[in-house]
T-cell receptor, first 112, second 111 residues
Framework: KQEVTQIPAALSVPEGENLVLNCSFTDSAIYNLQWFRQDPGKGLTSLLLIQSSQREQTSGRLNASLDKSSGRSTLYIAASQPGDSATYLCAVKKGGSEKLVFGKGTKLTVNP | SQTIHQWPATLVQPVGSPLSLECTVEGTSNPNLYWYRQAAGRGLQLLFYSVGIGQISSEVPQNLSASRPQDRQFILSSKKLLLSDSGFYLC??????????FGQGTRLTVV
């Protein structure tokens, strides 16, 4: 059974700092991995999707990497801003299945 | 462009009452559709998913059910709500092997 873990559960940083969020999964036979952002009381917003054949994806100040063999992904946020404050979730999809398995998320607070 | 609509945004229902949450997707055809529940401290729990009209897979045995009467419509129902059904319900869609997109969620409080 696939399990996804995100550490730390919460992170507080000053504005302008570069930071890394971690996601690990127990079964390396994934098809892709997706990072989401969730603001309080809202739905999930897709940030980046990495296919299993890819090593990284970039969108603006965000860079996601994937090391499938070691069961790890990181989300790098450059020059953090207060508007980046949210909960960040990762989810993996296994080949042959249409289900996404989510981690519990990392709650990020960027202080002005 | 594709959009997903989920309603209502908030709902307060008494124990034992019925439930119907609706989700519709526009701008795509034959999407995979999903219902998740998010409880505080427990992450997202997959409840149901559907890969086509009338095809429903249940992940968690409970007093909830799902139906897909049309290609882009996904409904979550209950005949009698329990206190434990309270939570944040999220609908999502995706095409096979691509990104998943979520609705804005329904906050359900059972009293």
């Amino acid at each position: 059974k696939q399990e996804v873990t995100q550490i730390p559960a919460a992170l507080s940083v000053p504005e302008g700092e570069n930071l890394v969020l971690n996601c690990s999964f127990t079964d390396s036979a994934i098809y892709n991995l997706q990072w989401f952002r969730q603001d309080p009381g809202k739905g999930l917003t897709s940030l980046l999707l990495i296919q299993s054949s890819q090593r990284e994806q970039t969108s603006g100040r965000l860079n996601a990497s994937l090391d499938k063999s070691s069961g790890r992904s990181t989300l790098y946020i450059a020059a953090s801003q207060p508007g980046d404050s949210a909960t960040y979730l990762c989810a993996v999809k296994k080949g042959g299945s249409e289900k996404l398995v989510f981690g519990k998320g990392t709650k990020l607070t960027v202080n002005p | 462009s594709q959009t997903i609509h989920q309603w209502p945004a908030t709902l307060v229902q008494p124990v034992g009452s019925p439930l119907s949450l609706e989700c519709t997707v526009e701008g795509t055809s034959n999407p995979n559709l999903y219902w998740y529940r998010q409880a505080a401290g427990r992450g997202l729990q997959l409840l149901f998913y559907s890969v086509g009209i009338g095809q429903i897979s249940s992940e968690v045995p409970q007093n909830l059910s799902a139906s897909r009467p049309q290609d882009r419509q996904f409904i979550l129902s209950s005949k009698k709500l329990l206190l434990s059904d309270s939570g944040f319900y999220l609908c999502a869609w995706k095409q096979q092997n691509t990104e998943a997109f979520f609705g804005q969620g329904t906050r359900l409080t059972v009293v």
